[in-house]
């Protein structure tokens, strides 16, 4: 009798280690390769503006063959992390799923098939990043009838295009979304989420650059904008502090006499 019981101790006890090593395994295969993600980051809360990380719930024991793809993607691995991540419901549809840059950086847009009032037929869009690591966010747009110009404001003609590239010149790629043409001139505007720390940080302050262009050899961005008939403006914007800041604004007047334009103030 004592050594059945024995038997049974040390039965026991070669469960608790194989058990104990599979949660190291799959705590390992969460970390490397992100097919599992135990947070997400949420770049849209409007209090503050920065990096939230939220707890996902693991989805223990799935089976792949169960799981509904919402998009195809060659690359099997994000291919599974992205249909985990996105999640439409019968409200919703996909209507855009591209690569903004190829194998780095991808966009899923969802959109309402049915008109909801003072809302955009535009829902949100997912934007996933690989740099060794998948990063992800999710972007959605406030109210249509909003006067008063809110986080990632929506004007005219917007087609929510995305742009990848470094407005902030320090070596790292940042994601635009245009918002379309604001005011009587159609100025273009672009809200952006700026490369930091690892997260991607939605910067307001962008938005207040109307047709921004980069001047990569000066590390700045520039920005025009018409104010009347016969006068416009630039201005050069310097990242400081994690705003984007006017350093500089040239105007301009149509000279009849000259056939051109002239500088007539600097501030």
Same mark, same amino acid.
């Given at each position: 009798?004592? %050594?059945?019981?024995?038997?049974?101790?040390?039965? =026991?006890?070669?469960?608790?280690? =194989?058990? &104990?090593?599979?949660?190291?395994?799959?705590? *390992?295969?969460?970390?490397? /390769?992100?097919?599992?993600?135990?947070?997400?980051?949420?770049?849209?809360?409007?209090?503050?503006?920065?990096?939230?990380?939220?707890?996902?719930?693991? %989805?223990? *024991?799935?089976? @792949?063959?169960?799981?509904? *793809?919402?998009?195809?993607?060659?690359?099997?691995?994000?291919?599974?992390?992205?249909?985990?991540?996105?999640?439409?419901?019968?409200?919703? @549809?996909?209507?855009?799923?591209?690569?903004?840059?190829?194998?780095?950086?991808? %966009?899923?847009?969802?959109?309402?098939?049915?008109?909801?009032?003072?809302?955009?037929?535009?829902?949100?869009?997912?934007?996933? !990043?690989?740099?060794?690591?998948?990063?992800?966010?999710?972007?959605?747009?406030?109210?249509?009838?909003?006067?008063?110009?809110?986080? %990632?404001?929506?004007?005219?003609? #917007?087609?929510?295009?995305?742009?990848? @590239?470094?407005?902030?010149?320090?070596?790292?790629?940042?994601?635009?979304?245009?918002?379309?043409?604001?005011? /009587?001139?159609?100025?273009?505007?672009?809200?952006?989420?700026? &490369? #930091?720390?690892?997260? =991607?940080?939605?910067?307001?302050?962008?938005?207040?650059?109307?047709? &921004?262009?980069?001047? &990569?050899?000066?590390? !700045?961005?520039?920005?025009?904008?018409?104010? #009347?008939?016969?006068?416009?403006?630039?201005?050069?914007?310097?990242?400081?502090?994690? @705003?984007?800041?006017?350093?500089?604004?040239?105007?301009?007047?149509?000279?009849?006499?000259?056939?051109?334009?002239?500088?007539?103030?600097?501030?």
């Amino acid at each position: 009798m004592k %050594r059945k019981y024995m038997s049974h101790i040390i039965v =026991f006890i070669i469960i608790i280690v =194989f058990l &104990y090593g599979c949660k190291n395994n799959i705590a *390992d295969r969460t970390l490397t /390769s992100n097919q599992v993600s135990d947070s997400s980051y949420h770049i849209t809360d409007e209090s503050n503006r920065e990096v939230q990380a939220s707890t996902n719930e693991i %989805r223990k *024991d799935m089976d @792949e063959n169960d799981a509904e *793809d919402w998009v195809s993607i060659d690359n099997k691995e994000f291919n599974d992390f992205v249909n985990m991540i996105i999640n439409p419901t019968d409200e919703e @549809e996909i209507v855009k799923a591209e690569w903004i840059e190829e194998n780095v950086c991808f %966009r899923v847009s969802i959109e309402r098939p049915n008109q909801v009032e003072d809302y955009y037929a535009h829902h949100d869009d997912y934007i996933f !990043i690989k740099d060794g690591t998948i990063k992800w966010f999710k972007v959605d747009y406030p109210n249509h009838k909003d006067l008063q110009y809110p986080d %990632r404001h929506v004007w005219a003609a #917007s087609d929510f295009k995305v742009r990848y @590239e470094d407005v902030t010149f320090d070596g790292n790629k940042d994601i635009l979304i245009f918002l379309g043409n604001a005011g /009587s001139h159609g100025s273009e505007v672009f809200c952006a989420y700026i &490369y #930091s720390a690892g997260n =991607f940080v939605y910067t307001k302050s962008f938005e207040n650059i109307p047709n &921004y262009s980069i001047d &990569y050899d000066n590390e !700045i961005i520039r920005g025009w904008n018409t104010d #009347s008939a016969s006068t416009y403006h630039t201005s050069v914007y310097k990242f400081v502090d994690g @705003e984007f800041v006017v350093s500089e604004t040239e105007y301009y007047e149509y000279n009849p006499e000259l056939g051109e334009y002239e500088l007539i103030k600097v501030e």
